[in-house]
């Protein structure tokens, strides 16, 4: 598993899986887009963006952020979060912020929330937006770039993502001779040896 930034041929997968997510895409350029890829299957997983925006000073925004659902719980979300707070950081940014109905998810990395007054004016707009075409339940966080921490389970995970394992998945059933049509009482088998 790992995390690459988007390319052009991604944009329709991308804008499918933000649809369907109902995630925000606003201003979408899927340049701003960060990927994670399992290595194995090259099957794109999980997906964030990295929205600048061009106020004075410049703000940073981690927005758009989704998991595919098999891939869940197993630190793909966490490993998209880290490279965009990365590339922030190297792009100049001391600090990002988002704006979520997750607030907690995002908090076990170091995001604090920030009262609306506090926000810059571009971002208590983009709030409002949110906060009518998204959920209510929006709020606002900040983090600090040099204050992101993962913990040491969600990197082990990450390492070992699979489909599928991040769920309570049901054991598959056996076959038995009933699922083929076969009377198990009455059937003989060619290397019956009659013991």
């Known amino acids: 598993m790992y995390v690459r ?13 933000i649809e369907a997510m109902g995630l925000d ?6 340049r701003d887009y960060v990927i994670a890829v399992d290595q194995e299957s090259n099957e794109r997983v999980g997906f964030g963006r990295l929205r600048i925006h061009k106020t004075d000073p410049e703000r940073c925004e981690l927005t758009g ?3 595919l659902e098999g891939w ?6 966490a490993h998209v979060i880290e490279r965009l707070v990365d590339t922030a950081e190297i792009e100049g940014f001391d600090s990002v912020y988002t704006l979520t109905d997750e607030a907690e998810y995002l908090e076990q990395f170091g995001f604090e929330r920030v009262p609306e007054a506090d926000l810059p ?9 949110k906060r009518e075409t998204v959920s209510e339940d ?8 040099e204050a992101f921490s993962m ?11 699979s489909e599928g394992a991040g769920e309570e998945a049901e054991p598959e059933p056996e076959d038995a001779p009933e699922d083929f049509g076969i009377d198990p009482d009455e059937a003989t088998y060619k290397y019956d040896t009659g013991g």
Do not use: M, T
């Not at 004016?121 to 937006?129: N, T, V, Y």
């Not at 929006?138 to 770039?145: I, R």
């Open 5 to 17: 930034d988007a390319k052009n041929r991604d944009e329709a997968w991308l804008l499918d899986h």
């Open 25 to 30: 895409d606003a201003a979408f350029r899927s």
């Open 65 to 67: 952020i989704g998991v």
């Open 72 to 77: 869940r719980g197993q630190g793909v979300g």
């Open 121 to 129: 004016e571009r971002l208590r707009e983009r709030l409002s937006e």
């Open 138 to 145: 929006v709020v606002a966080l900040e983090l600090p770039v």
């Open 151 to 161: 913990a040491d389970h969600l990197r082990e995970a990450f390492k070992r993502a």
